[in-house]
């Protein structure tokens, strides 16, 4: 498997992606350098021509014969995962050891950032991406914003230490767009209720409703990793998808990347059940008029569905509390939306608990003075 470093054409230093220009920057020599001035200077190795250019069902026809040729090959990885996979730094030759879903990663020794094409390649190449444009310190400073808004949060939490973990990783995605043609029939009820004189009267008009129509839905979005807290993944939903990129194996570079080892099949049942609850919701809206609506049937069939394996970065870091637990947080690498867990300092509640008893003593104290 091929392990690709990307190199700065000034001075061959390391390139990373940096979110805020949306450039390649050398960390040694500060130049920075588009996706397309990169191309120009220096050409994609033959991995990576390899990779781009061969049209998405070559990829996957290739990735089934080579399944096909290794025999069982995911067996074999499954039952080697716990040993893990060593590769070679190109920069300094120290061995890489990583997971068997690890797409990009750091050497320990050197910090090269290097990408795993390997993982990234065939029916595991990613359509799309959704590149980072909130960068490490952003990341940090509303990491902090977070967690001080939270009174009971050890102060541990907040040691440089504790804040330096927090790391950029691209995870993987399933997005499907579906065409549905829908049919809904129900009941509707409109009351009204007036006096005359010392009389109250109900009036109740039933009516049968029936909706057909076309429906189009985008972008319901499915966690593709089996080892992430589904919530965890999920939490950091929805993203802009305007902003969607081809895949291309540089935006990896500088940040961590799982592999999908969930497949399209693993999801298709949950993806059209949320489809079904999406497309009924959206008829239900179109009755309108109505005090009451009852639901007697509602018909739905999938016309087309389109699927899209995509990338798409969060930050993350882990805290483990004095009791043990994994803490875990989230932040949308695109809006900066936080999802996750803090750990609460159990000192600090007991403290304010005896606070808030003792104001309420003495106030009752003085109450019954006055008295």
């Known amino acids: ?10 001075c061959d230093g390391e390139l990373v992606f940096h979110p805020a220009t949306q450039k390649y920057k050398c960390e040694y020599c500060a130049s920075a350098f588009s ?21 998405q069902e070559e990829q996957t ?15 074999g990885e499954q039952q080697s995962q716990e040993e893990g996979v060593m590769y070679h730094c190109p920069s300094c030759g120290a061995q ?14 050197c910090h090269n950032p290097v990408v795993l094409s390997g993982r990234v390649s065939g029916e595991f190449l990613p359509h799309k991406i959704i590149p980072f444009t909130i960068d ?3 990341a940090t400073e509303k990491f902090l914003e977070y967690a001080h808004s939270k ?44 006096r005359s004189g010392d009389t109250e009267y109900t009036e109740t008009k039933i009516y049968h409703v029936e ?12 966690n593709a990793l089996k080892k992430n807290s589904l919530k965890l993944a999920e939490g950091v939903l929805p993203y802009d998808v305007s902003k969607v990129k081809g895949f291309h194996m540089g935006y990896l570079s500088g940040f961590l990347a799982e592999k999908r080892d969930l497949g399209r099949s693993d999801l298709q049942a949950e993806v059209v059940e949320d489809a079904k609850e999406f497309a009924e919701r959206l008829l239900r809206e179109t009755a309108g008029g109505y005090g009451h609506l009852s639901v007697n049937s509602c018909q739905l069939q999938t016309q087309q ?9 969060v930050w993350t870091v882990t805290y483990k509390g004095r009791d043990g637990k994994m803490y875990y947080y989230s932040m949308n690498g695109q809006n900066g939306k936080v999802y996750g867990e803090l750990p609460v300092d159990g000192a600090k509640v007991w403290i304010l608990g005896i606070v808030i008893f003792m104001v309420v003593f003495l106030l009752g104290l003085l109450g019954g003075w006055m008295l």
Request: charged residues 30%; contains cysteine; neutral net charge.
């Open 35 to 55: 996706q397309e001035e990169l191309a120009q200077l220096k050409p994609a190795t033959e991995e990576e021509q390899r990779v781009s250019e061969s049209p």
């Open 136 to 138: 490490k310190q952003q």
């Open 211 to 222: 909706r057909r129509g076309n429906i189009h839905l985008e972008d319901i979005t499915k």
């Open 1 to 10: 498997m091929a392990v690709i470093s990307y190199k700065c054409p000034n």
């Open 151 to 194: 009174k009971f949060v050890p102060k541990a939490f907040f040691n440089k230490q504790q804040i330096e973990k927090i790391s950029g990783v691209y995870f993987p995605y399933w997005m499907a767009d579906m065409d549905m043609r829908g049919s809904l029939q129900a009941e509707g009820k409109n009351l009204r209720v007036w």
């Open 305 to 313: 569905e389109h699927w899209d394996y995509i990338m798409l970065p």
């Open 96 to 109: 890489i050891v990583t997971d068997q879903t690890t797409a990009a990663a750091f050497c320990y020794y």
């Open 61 to 75: 026809e290739r990735g089934q014969k080579e399944n096909g040729r290794y025999g069982n090959r995911e067996a």
